[in-house]
């Protein structure tokens, strides 16, 4: 069985697809017992390069665990492409296999990831922490926001949660 630093080694030539066949049994093992490694493989696939944007006034160095770091990489790629997409809102909608990500414009509304199941707790719990959100306090709709700074612009960015049966939904507003 291969150790975190094993798979590590061998993880960007897993998610571009050029892993050796031979290993390709081991990675996929360690992938079903380790669910921090799991989770730097979807934030990999889910977010193709680095950005600049970063919440104001959050310290960068605070949150280093790996596990947590993927999620606030999830969680920020996503509002990312929101303000460059020019989307006035961003909905998060729960789904028995994720959480589906739409981003509207003024005229359509494109359905663009689902979100793997095994991340909807912490993205949401993610998303919650960066507006001054109660996790707690779910079953009633919440409204805060979340100051965003991406290349040298401030974007006050609102985010309102509705309760639903099934989980909540997110609703993301951009002022641009
Ligand atoms: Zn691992």
């Known amino acids: 069985m291969l150790n975190c630093a094993a798979f590590r080694s061998r993880i960007a030539h897993y998610i571009s697809g050029q892993l050796q066949p031979s290993e390709h049994d081991a990675v996929e093992a360690h992938l079903e017992t380790c ?3 799991l989770i ?20 960068k160095d605070a949150t280093r665990e790996a596990e947590d770091s993927a999620v606030i990489k999830i969680a920020h790629s996503i509002i990312l492409q929101g303000i460059q ?17 739409c981003y509207s ?12 199941k095994y991340l909807e707790s912490p993205l949401i719990d993610r998303f919650l922490k960066m507006a001054s959100l109660s996790s707690s306090q779910l079953q009633q709709p919440q409204e805060g926001h979340i100051p965003i700074r991406s290349n040298a612009t401030n974007y006050d960015i609102t985010l309102a ?16």
């Not at 414009?105 to 793997?116: F, G, M």
């Open 85 to 101: 997409e020019g989307a006035a809102e961003i909905r998060l909608e729960p789904e028995p296999r994720g959480v589906r990500v």
């Open 35 to 37: 669910k921090t490694c």
């Open 40 to 59: 730097d493989v979807t934030a990999a696939r889910l977010i193709p390069a680095e950005s600049d944007m970063h919440p104001v006034g959050e310290d």
């Open 105 to 116: 414009h003024a005229e359509n509304s494109n359905d663009s990831l689902i979100v793997p």
């Open 161 to 176: 949660t509705v309760p639903l049966q099934d989980g909540v939904r997110l609703i993301i507003r951009i002022r641009f």
